[in-house]
């Protein structure tokens, strides 16, 4: 089992910059792949970024690239999203996930935290 805690959610206004954080506890931190989804209101939850278990692959949503960042520390057990540039359309509850990457590029996420919310104001 893996226990994911996501913090760093807040108002902010647009422009303006946040960092989540999500600590994993349970299972050797660096052997799992990561990932941020977002829940906005009415709307299905989405894809934001995912980094593989080595750090060394990521990938963006087209919505956030160039203005998020998906780091992890794996020393600390923890994975990072710093969001700039935030706009109104970045509203929503921030999950963090973990799971696997096969040989093939595939990820499959097992596990979720809880969600923190951001809310970017006009």
């Known amino acids: 089992q893996v226990q994911l805690v996501e913090s760093g959610g807040g108002l902010v206004q647009a422009g303006g910059s946040l960092r989540l954080s999500c600590a994993a506890s349970g299972r050797t931190f660096s052997n799992l792949a990561m990932g941020w989804f977002r829940q906005a209101p009415g709307k299905e939850r989405e894809f934001v970024v995912r980094i593989h278990w080595s750090g060394g692959s990521t990938d963006y949503s087209d919505s956030v690239k160039g203005r998020f960042t998906i780091s992890r520390d794996n020393a600390k057990n923890t994975v990072y999203l710093q969001m700039n540039s935030l706009k109104p359309e970045d509203t929503a509850v921030y999950y963090c996930?973990?799971?696997?990457?096969?040989?093939?590029?595939?990820?499959?996420?097992?596990?979720w935290g809880q969600g923190t919310q951001v809310t970017v104001s006009s």
């Open positions: 996930a973990a799971g696997s990457v096969d040989i093939f590029g595939r990820y499959e996420y097992h596990y």
